[in-house]
């Protein structure tokens, strides 16, 4: 049971706009910013957004992130088959003291 | 350019040991913290352990806290993961990633390295 709630899964199709939440609590999200990570299939994850809604050098504008209270939002336009990964979030838990994530979205691209 | 390189990982036996490394370059080693964050097969991350940047502080999961501990050699650019008493649950690929802020960001992660707890 992750501290974080994604949904297990998202899909849709090439070209269109997906968004993957992210609901915690006012000791994490709600205090704390949050990043969000892509893991494609067999690979370490990768980071896509920090600080809520900033993108990393080389991340393009197709990803975005946004934070309200205690969730947090990842949204991606312009779907592409290459998107096809699973997507966490993650932040810094004040109470338990520990980096914690969510239990990971898979996203499909039908 | 920032790597991480992970080894160490492997097949032990429940109750038996193994240390992980992970060798950072590209950058200011020495002043960064550090995680390990561990994954189960098909599962999702979870956070295992943290070094501050002097190895003054460190912290555990509840899960390994006392099987577990962490260790960096700046010197050497290396941070370490011994493990003690595995069990079967241990049985994850363990990455290894630089932070950022204060737990709340990783920007670069090792490739991860395996570690199989079986009989």
């Known amino acids: 049971q992750s501290v974080l709630t994604q949904p297990p899964s998202v899909s849709a199709a090439p070209g269109q706009k997906v968004t993957i939440s992210c609901s915690g609590s006012s000791s994490n999200i709600g205090n704390n910013y949050v990043s969000w990570y892509q893991q494609l299939p067999g690979t370490a994850p990768k980071l896509l957004i920090y600080?809520?809604?900033k993108r990393p050098s080389g991340i393009p504008d197709r990803f975005s992130g946004s934070k309200s209270g205690t969730s947090a939002t990842l949204g991606i336009t312009g779907l592409q088959t290459g998107d096809e990964a699973d997507y966490y979030c993650?932040?810094?838990?004040?109470?338990?003291?520990?980096?914690?994530f969510g239990g990971g979205t898979k996203l499909t691209v039908l | 350019e920032v790597q991480l390189v992970e080894s160490g990982g492997g097949l032990v036996q429940p109750g038996g040991s193994l240390r992980l490394s992970c060798v950072a370059s590209g950058f200011t080693f020495s002043s960064y913290w550090m995680y390990w964050v561990r994954q189960a097969p098909g599962k999702g991350l979870v956070w295992v352990s943290r070094i501050n940047s002097d190895a003054s502080s460190t912290s555990y999961a509840d899960s390994v806290k006392g099987r577990f501990t962490i260790s960096r050699d700046n010197a050497k650019n290396t941070v370490y993961l011994q493990m003690n008493s595995l069990r079967a649950e241990d049985t994850a690929v363990y990455y290894c990633?630089?932070?950022?802020?204060?737990?709340?960001?990783?920007?670069?992660w090792g490739q991860g390295t395996l570690v199989t707890v079986s009989s």
């Open positions: 990633a630089r932070d950022v802020r204060g737990g709340t960001c990783h920007d670069y």
């Open positions: 993650g932040t810094w838990d004040s109470s338990l003291s520990e980096a914690v």
């Open positions: 600080d809520n809604n």
